[in-house]
């Protein structure tokens, strides 16, 4: 496997299941990233992992909660979902700088398409 | 306010035809990044370019080329003799340098090329 692989591609789950998303990253990264994606808006970022310590975004509902176990995997566990919720969850990973505030770019995987019925 | 604004929702051109793709930014930041990426169909972006805020050099890759100019804060991207395989979302992204991992993208251009 290569670059950023995503599981599933696509889900479709009621609003009292519990699923999770996995990613995984094959670049040697020590960042990662989740993203929403829903039609019509730009990206939101929903969660940063960086040096395995988690950056949380505030305006993200209790009902998801990422977990990242090293720094090659990231997952985004999901219960008692909305059907606003319904959209396309994207994982980044990307390499910190090793010395002050450097941006590199990110790289994506292929998503997660998440229907909630 | 948004940080970044994609003004073009949708662009169609006919193939061989040239294209460019606006993106204008917002920050206070002196230290600042750019970036293009491309979702083709299938989802996944597609890194295109980087350049950081010190760097005005336009560039150029192949028939992709992009225009930095910091005076209309501006970072457009040109398609030149577009192909059907360009046919994707093309979106604009800001990364602002004391916050270095929070990108904050735009809204998406979405171009179709006509054969």
């Known amino acids: 496997e290569t670059g950023v692989t995503q599981t599933p591609r696509h889900l479709v789950m009621g609003m009292t299941n519990k699923k999770s998303l996995k990613c995984e990253q094959h670049l040697g990264h020590n960042a990662m990233y989740w993203y929403k994606q829903s039609a019509k808006k730009p990206l939101e970022l929903m969660f940063v992992?960086?040096?395995?310590?988690?950056?949380e975004n505030n305006s993200v509902p209790s009902r998801f909660s990422p977990e990242c176990p090293n720094s090659s995997h990231l997952f985004l566990h999901l219960h008692t979902l909305q059907p606003e919720d319904s959209a396309l969850y994207l994982c980044a990973s990307s390499q910190e700088g090793a010395s002050g505030p450097v941006s590199y770019e990110q790289y994506f995987g292929p998503g997660t398409r998440l229907t909630v019925t | 306010a948004q940080k970044v604004t994609q003004a073009q929702t949708e662009i169609s051109v006919v193939e061989k035809e040239d294209v460019t793709l606006d993106c204008v930014y917002e920050t206070r930041d002196t230290t600042y990044y750019l970036f293009w990426y491309k979702q083709p169909p299938s989802g996944e972006l597609v890194f295109l370019i980087r350049?950081?805020?010190?760097?005005?050099q336009n560039e150029i890759s192949g028939r992709y080329s992009w225009n930095f100019q910091k005076s209309t804060s501006s970072f457009n991207f040109t398609i030149t003799a577009s192909q059907v395989v360009d046919s994707a979302v093309y979106f604009c992204?800001?990364?602002?340098?004391?916050?270095?991992?929070?990108?904050?993208f735009g809204t998406g251009t979405s171009l179709t090329v006509i054969p």
């Open positions: 350049r950081n805020s010190f760097d005005e």
């Open positions: 992992y960086s040096l395995e310590e988690r950056v």
């Open positions: 992204a800001l990364s602002e340098g004391n916050t270095g991992n929070q990108f904050y």
